[in-house]
């Protein structure tokens, strides 16, 4: 049960959000698995906060401020963890991550699945950013005190530490959920089983990482960071999680 949890509590924080973390939702749940991942490979995708719902389109605004309107048709899934929603459902303040085909000049996507969360469960995922989980960009290592500086993807600077009971794991089998890095838009992956054991010495700036843990003393020490290198080729995106809209070549998940 404690592991399940975990794995629930770093798919939040590895999925994409906007303003404070806010998508908690996964792009991939077991329910998904039926239609196969391979369905939605070389999508398009914008996450951010409803701000209105009208007929089949959701209109949803991104961190970076920017717009979209997420199109919808009878064929559209649209789910909350592994329940099935219609459009109808929806309200402002949810988050909202949908997958499909992009009108870049009108900023529309039309979608094939859509992912939402509830505003209420953004909120205690805000609340408890940098607290019991952290996700971002390494932007400095200081190897000397075992300290880390982190780009949250709520733009704020958090430096965490370890200790030893901290392991950090590179790489690995994916998880439930992924992650896009806070601060400069470069995406990884975020394990949850396996990957490559290593130290924080392995670690570089500009990694992304994704952790649970706790605050002793006041700083955030994680139980494992999870680390992945930045990917290329990955098409533009926004620059903090949450205000991304991925081109086609690799999608996030």
């Not at 369905?39 to 605004?61: L, P, Y």
């Not at 670690?203 to 605050?215: C, F, H, M, P, Q």
């Amino acid at each position: 049960m404690r592991r399940r949890m975990r794995n629930r509590l770093l798919a939040m924080a590895m999925a994409v959000g906007v303003a404070s973390c806010t998508l908690a939702a996964t792009a991939q749940e077991p329910g998904e698995q039926a239609g196969g991942r391979a369905q939605f490979a070389g999508m398009e995708r914008v996450a951010g906060i409803v701000v209105s719902v009208a007929g089949d389109a959701v209109t949803v605004k991104a961190q970076d401020g920017t717009v979209y309107t997420v199109t919808t048709t009878p064929n559209t899934r649209l789910m909350k963890g592994q329940t099935p929603l219609k459009v109808a459902d929806l309200k402002a303040g949810d988050g909202a991550m949908a997958l499909g085909n992009m009108d870049a000049p009108n900023k529309t996507l039309h979608a094939a699945l859509v992912r939402v969360t509830d505003a209420d469960t953004l909120k205690k995922v805000r609340e408890n950013l940098g607290k019991t989980y952290i996700s971002g960009k390494v932007t400095a290592i200081d190897l000397d005190n075992l300290k880390m500086t982190v780009m949250r993807p709520d733009g704020v600077s958090q430096t965490i530490g370890f200790d030893e009971s901290t392991s950090f794991k590179r790489g690995g089998r994916m998880g439930r959920g992924g992650f896009a890095a806070g601060g400069a838009g470069a995406a990884a992956m975020a394990p949850a089983e396996g990957g490559e054991s290593i130290t924080l010495a392995d670690i570089k700036v500009g990694d992304n990482v994704a952790a649970t843990g706790s605050l002793k003393g006041g700083v955030f020490v994680p139980a494992q960071l999870n680390v992945a290198e930045p990917r290329a080729g990955r098409g533009r995106s926004g620059a903090r999680l949450g205000g991304t809209v991925q081109h086609p070549t690799t999608p996030q998940p």
